[in-house]
């Protein structure tokens, strides 16, 4: 599959049929989403891999009981290393490892979808919550929850905002 055809044809897939995602796949996208370019190339992320259904079914709670957390094969839970990006202080904190954790979802979203895989990118959480149930380390910070699977549906391409309401040349 080519890069554009794969960013462009990306959707958000909140339906999954049950089969289980193997292991070895797991561990490839989370090899590619890591190759994602980093801060200092500290690359200031780790991820955590929930197959567990009791572990999903708390995640999808704590994910303001999106449903489809819990139906997934599997979520990966992409947090920010905070300890990781240190050397850069504060903006290291606040900023860089965010973007450090955000850079690699993307990588992983694009690399389940060439996989024949489905994915969408959650965001709203409660952040307290979900380092509860996977009992993260204080220098972990849940980002990104990234239901995984094979699609069971096929979901239109959304709007996009034109090139003349988001480009600015020289000044904004």
Known sequence: MEL???IRNRRSIRAFAPDAVREDLIRDLIGLANWAPSAGNLQAR???IVRDPATKQALARAALDQEFLAEAPAAIVVC???RR??????????LYAIQDA????QNLLLAAHEAGLG?????????????DL??????????????IGKPAERPG???RLGLTEILHWDHY
């Open 119 to 131: 994915a969408t990118w959650v965001g709203a959480f409660d952040e307290a919550a979900v380092r």
């Open 46 to 48: 780790d991820f955590v």
């Open 157 to 159: 391409a959304p709007d």
């Open 4 to 6: 554009q055809e794969a």
């Open 102 to 105: 955000a850079a690699a979802t």
């Open 85 to 94: 990006i240190a050397h850069y202080g504060r903006r290291g904190r606040d």
């Open 80 to 82: 920010a290393n905070l």
């Open 134 to 147: 996977l009992k993260l380390p204080q220098h972990a910070r849940p980002v990104a929850l990234v239901p």
